[in-house]
């Protein structure tokens, strides 16, 4: 059942748990009996999954402060295999791949 937040005047924030689209516009206060009127809140996001919520806080902290580079990063494996497609070799075999990535397309100009 979900929680919903009360605002008491005197006491601060009251913690009430009602069905769902059941909670009444105002709770009475536990500790002074004050009419307390229903506050709007975000959700309960600690309940989030702990991978989502690491995830979330990358995402926001990555906004803010945004990761930089000071240099290249470094090629691997040799240039010949730099454009090898593994999806592309595994289709039609690594011989004919390699044809493929090396042969010229018919609207490219001509050297």
Known sequence: MPSYEFHCPDCGIVQRVHRM??????????????????????????????????VRERAEESGENPATTHRRPGRQGNDRNRHQTPE??????????SELRHARHPASPSR
């Open 21 to 54: 689209g059941a909670a009444p516009d105002t709770e009475t206060c536990p500790h002074c009996g004050t009419a307390a009127p229903r506050v709007f809140s975000a959700p309960f996001l600690s309940r989030t999954p702990g991978q989502l919520r690491s």
């Open 88 to 97: 592309l070799a595994r289709l039609v075999g690594k011989e004919a791949a």
